[in-house]
């Protein structure tokens, strides 16, 4: 069933581009723009994120991060990206395209994140309407998902903004800073309408 596979060639790396900002897959020179962003926004991002690892910050973490990004983009997994400012290229944040299911599902569930300095300035929103267009025209998935805890106002907002809607409760979904906890679950569809966001 080639017709329900993504166009995307194995060694393609995807850019994406918008008014502002642009989407990149991770690559090793990132590390320290990287690292050094996660650990300025930890306290920021440490209630919506799993338990990180001892480890988490440092450089040989980061390259086994990167080349698991590498081998799930060829084997049409998943697609992650940094999210870039285009007027000085400064890493802002990420948002991922995991778990992509072919045949007759043509779906993969999103996730995001955006350091402490960039939150609340309309860039994830943004960022989230370039991963979309990406996802229904690049991979021609039919279905994303997204799942956020149910006190997550900004996450809400930015998912509500690009057309998703609010399907359900997932019970104790995720483990999310050392907790199972439930989480909203959204879902956009290829035909769904979706709002117009200045990208």
Wanted: with cysteine; proline share 4%.
């Amino acid at each position: 069933m080639a017709f329900l596979r993504s166009n995307l060639g194995q060694d393609v790396a995807p850019l994406v581009r918008g008014h502002n900002l642009y989407l990149r897959p991770p690559v090793l020179g990132d590390y320290g723009a990287w690292a050094e962003l996660r650990a300025m926004s930890r306290a920021h991002l440490k209630p919506f994120e799993p338990t990180w690892a001892r480890d988490d910050l440092t450089r040989t973490a980061y390259r086994r991060r990167v080349r698991h990004y590498q081998k799930e983009l060829r084997d049409d997994l998943s697609v992650s990206f940094f999210i870039f400012r285009q007027a000085d290229n400064s890493l802002m944040g990420g948002v991922t395209l995991s778990n992509i299911r072919r045949g007759v599902t043509q779906a993969a569930s999103l996730g995001y994140w955006i350091g402490v300095a960039y939150a609340g300035q309309g860039h994830m929103t943004r960022a989230v309407s370039l991963a979309v267009g990406f996802a229904f025209n690049d991979l021609r998935l039919h279905r994303i998902e997204a799942a956020c805890l149910q006190h997550n106002a900004p996450s809400i907002r930015v998912l509500e903004r690009n057309g998703f809607l609010r399907e359900g409760l997932a019970r104790r979904y995720l483990r999310i800073d050392g907790e199972w906890q439930d989480h909203l679950v959204f879902g956009l569809l290829w035909e769904d309408p979706r709002p117009q966001v200045m990208t």
